[in-house]
């Protein structure tokens, strides 16, 4: 089958990836990186055309999820590949006295956060392989849409159990398999629409082909279920969007 068609089973196979292309873990690092750093400044705005506004119900869902778990623990929330910081700030905003941490690879992507955010937020550049956290110390970790794009995703999940207090969850929102009867529709939006927008708005044609191929990419919900469950997390609720196009999982750490 082509890869522009094969949907992985399992996160490792991602590693070697960099959307249709084959490449060295240290290219994907790299390659990934530059490619946030560069679409930072029209990153909201492309998210809005692609998704004609919708990505922000989802994230909306996904702040509910999380201020409602957070109110058990004690401790930092951590919004892993928080990007502009837009759910970081929207979860200030309901849990003033939590301390909320933006964790991004993108210097691109946190310079446009702390612009944002200002001293409401606290921010480091950090991989999420390598999470410069200790065990145990974060009341809950979201992750929206930015778990595809990490080196080692299987490890990076380790990571986040790891820095999780038992008990406590990792609210995740990712693209997914969408319904068969809808595939057609969102390929050809996907195929077509999306990099045409990148190279008219974000003036970066290359940067939005990755993206499309890594969602095409990116392991159907079943298989992520099954990665948590490996890294230590047990998925408790999950609620598909937009007809299985992306989907929440929350996912709790074991005691």
Not at 29 to 50: G, Q, T
Request: glycine share 8%.
């Amino acid at each position: 089958m082509n890869r522009r068609t094969q949907r992985a089973k399992d996160l490792d196979t991602l590693r070697g990836t960099f959307g249709n292309e084959q490449v060295a873990e240290n290219e994907r690092r790299a390659s990934v990186r530059a490619l946030f750093d560069r679409i930072a400044p029209r990153y909201d705005l492309m998210n809005d055309l692609m998704s004609f506004g919708l990505h922000r119900l989802w994230k909306r869902a996904m702040v509910r999820e999380a201020v409602a778990r957070l109110a058990r623990h004690e401790g930092p929330l951590i919004d892993l590949a928080g990007g502009t910081g837009d759910i970081a700030l929207a979860i200030k905003a309901a849990d003033s006295a939590r301390r909320v941490i933006v964790i991004d690879a993108s210097a691109g992507m946190l310079d446009v956060a702390r612009r944002r955010g200002g001293e409401r937020l606290d921010y480091q550049q950090a991989e999420a392989e390598t999470l410069p956290l200790a065990d145990n110390s974060a009341a809950g970790v979201t992750l929206a849409f930015g778990l595809r794009n990490m080196t080692d995703p299987a490890q990076a999940l380790c990571e986040v159990a790891r820095v999780l207090k038992p008990g406590s969850c990792l609210i995740l929102l990712e693209f997914s398999k969408s319904a068969a009867w809808f595939a057609p529709f969102y390929g050809l939006h996907s195929r077509f629409i999306i990099p045409t927008i990148g190279a008219l708005v974000a003036r970066d044609r290359r940067a939005y082909n990755y993206l499309v191929e890594s969602i095409r990419l990116f392991p159907a919900a079943g298989d992520i279920a099954r990665a948590l469950d490996k890294a230590g997390l047990t998925v408790t609720h999950s609620r598909a969007h937009m007809f299985g196009v992306a989907m929440l999982h929350v996912a709790e750490k074991n005691d």
